[in-house]
């Protein structure tokens, strides 16, 4: 499973590996509503790192991760801007198993445009048709509806609930609910994303 930087092209979308170039676009569309109401960092993994050290913090700790072998992190550019709007990653990525899981955060502004869907239909398709991996999992906190009810729109299988295994950065434990998609079952779920592609163009 030979797991290195590329770029993946989409109609909206395009994944480019993460540099320091992004942190100014990801800092800027990815930061908290002006009235303080909204925010993509409440259930989020990265938001010690966000709140301690801010975007160049959130960046430097993913390209240290991916030095060390554990992530591979990509920048998601809007195409027709040009402009970073989140990331994605494999992480957890395990290759004598060839596992990996995929994260992804993106910012407020750019999280209704068929944007989130486009990346995990370019993730999923390079993880299991070039990388070979026999499973993609993803884990999400329980209280985050929004999150569960789109990775149920995927149609992955729902294996259950880590309880309380993760303090977040506001000082509250999260339990995660996992999800898994296995190589079997990739080609039916791959047509379906297309079919939800269609629908979303």
Not at 15 to 30: F, I, K, T
Not at 115 to 137: I, W
Not at 167 to 189: F, K, M, N, Q
């Amino acid at each position: 499973m030979d797991i290195k930087p590329i770029i993946l092209t989409g109609k909206q979308l395009r994944l480019e590996p993460l540099a320091l170039d992004h942190v100014g676009d990801l800092d800027y569309a990815c930061k908290d509503s002006t009235d303080g109401r909204r925010t993509i960092w409440r259930y989020l993994l990265d938001a010690r790192i966000y709140r301690e050290s801010g975007m160049l913090g959130v960046v430097n700790t993913l390209l240290e991760r991916q030095a060390a072998g554990t992530d591979l992190p990509f920048v998601m550019i809007d195409i027709k801007t040009g402009n970073a709007v989140g990331t994605t990653r494999y992480m957890e990525i395990d290759r004598d198993n060839r596992v990996v899981e995929i994260g992804t955060w993106i910012g407020l502004n750019f999280q209704r445009e068929g944007l989130n869907l486009e990346s995990k239909q370019l993730m999923l398709q390079h993880a299991f048709d070039t990388l070979g991996v026999v499973r993609v999992q993803f884990k999400i906190d329980h209280r985050n509806y929004a999150s569960l009810d789109a990775i149920e729109r995927l149609r992955a299988c729902r294996e259950g609930v880590l309880r309380n295994h993760i303090i977040l950065a506001d000082g509250t434990p999260r339990s995660s609910v996992y999800y898994s998609i296995l190589d079997t079952e990739w080609p039916a779920l791959d047509v379906h994303l297309e079919n939800m592609m269609a629908r979303t163009a």
